[in-house]
């Protein structure tokens, strides 16, 4: 559920997280999955099919998006840009990014942008999963874009996991020296609150993860 609290802000809660009042109610939890699918492929894949024009950095105008969607999808004759703007702040995986009434993806994209994000303060070390198949020969040629136009690199080795879990049940973490990486010209870039893009990570800044040991069982007595 969306809700909006007038001191703080829009959340997705029955209650504000901060002062525990109910809020002025926005949008159901089916209005908010099916919203935000159909903004997540306006803003990376189809822009096109909404009729929408999209700027070289990505960027899309949120009344024209409202028009949009207000026309493809009746149901949602009562949609304003505040709701966009509450489903991109709202998002736990700052997927979304709003300046001056556009929003775009800032990462996720198959169609072709030239994003400008932030390529300061990059952790020295990141991650990628491969499944078991894959590590060897990724160790060897590097990583390059499969079905995105970057590599997406994850902030930690439990991020990294996660994405890969949807492809294998086991999947193999990779770790980039981003210290060495970026010394060697590779430009990487913060997209979102956990996911860095890079053009392709040669293998030589690339190696595997090994997990910490597991703490031994105590003894029983």
């Given at each position: 559920?969306l809700?909006e609290?007038?001191?703080?802000?829009?959340?997705?809660?029955?209650?504000c997280p901060?002062?525990?009042q109910?809020?002025?109610f926005?949008?159901?939890?089916?209005?908010?999955?099916?919203?935000?699918?159909?903004l997540t492929?306006?803003l990376?894949?189809?822009?096109?099919?909404?009729?929408?024009e999209?700027?070289p950095?990505?960027?899309v105008?949120?009344?024209?998006i409202?028009?949009a969607?207000?026309q493809?999808?009746?149901?949602?004759?009562?949609l304003?840009?505040?709701?966009?703007?509450?489903?991109?702040?709202t998002?736990?995986?700052g997927?979304?990014?709003v300046?001056?009434e556009k929003i775009?993806?800032?990462?996720?994209?198959t169609?072709?942008?030239e994003?400008d994000?932030?390529t300061?303060?990059?952790?020295a070390q990141?991650?990628?999963?491969?499944?078991?198949?894959?590590a060897t020969?990724?160790?060897?040629?590097?990583?390059?874009p499969?079905?995105r136009?970057?590599?997406?690199?994850?902030k930690t080795?439990?991020?990294a996991?996660a994405a890969?879990?949807?492809?294998?049940?086991?999947p193999?973490?990779?770790a980039v020296?981003t210290?060495?990486a970026r010394?060697?010209?590779?430009?990487?870039?913060r997209?979102?609150k956990?996911?860095?893009?890079?053009?392709q990570?040669?293998a030589?800044?690339?190696?595997?993860?090994e997990?910490?040991p597991?703490?031994p069982?105590?003894?029983?007595?």
């Open positions: 559920m809700k609290c007038a001191q703080h802000g829009f959340f997705r809660a029955e209650v901060v002062c525990g109910s809020g002025r926005l949008m159901n939890d089916r209005e908010l999955d099916h919203l935000g699918r159909v492929g306006i990376r894949h189809f822009p096109d099919r909404y009729g929408l999209m700027e950095q990505g960027w105008s949120l009344p024209a409202v028009r969607v207000s493809k999808h009746p149901a949602y004759h009562w304003r840009t505040m709701h966009l703007v509450a489903i991109a702040e998002d736990a995986k997927r979304y990014e300046r001056d775009r993806a800032t990462y996720g994209h169609v072709d942008v994003l994000l932030p300061e303060n990059i952790p990141l991650f990628f999963p491969v499944t078991p198949e894959e020969i990724v160790l060897e040629v590097g990583l390059k499969s079905d136009k970057k590599v997406h690199l994850s080795a439990e991020d996991r890969g879990s949807v492809r294998t049940p086991d193999v973490i990779l020296d210290q060495r010394s060697g010209g590779l430009v990487i870039m997209a979102g956990t996911v860095f893009l890079v053009d990570v040669p030589e800044y690339l190696s595997r993860h997990s910490a597991a703490e069982a105590a003894e029983k007595k």
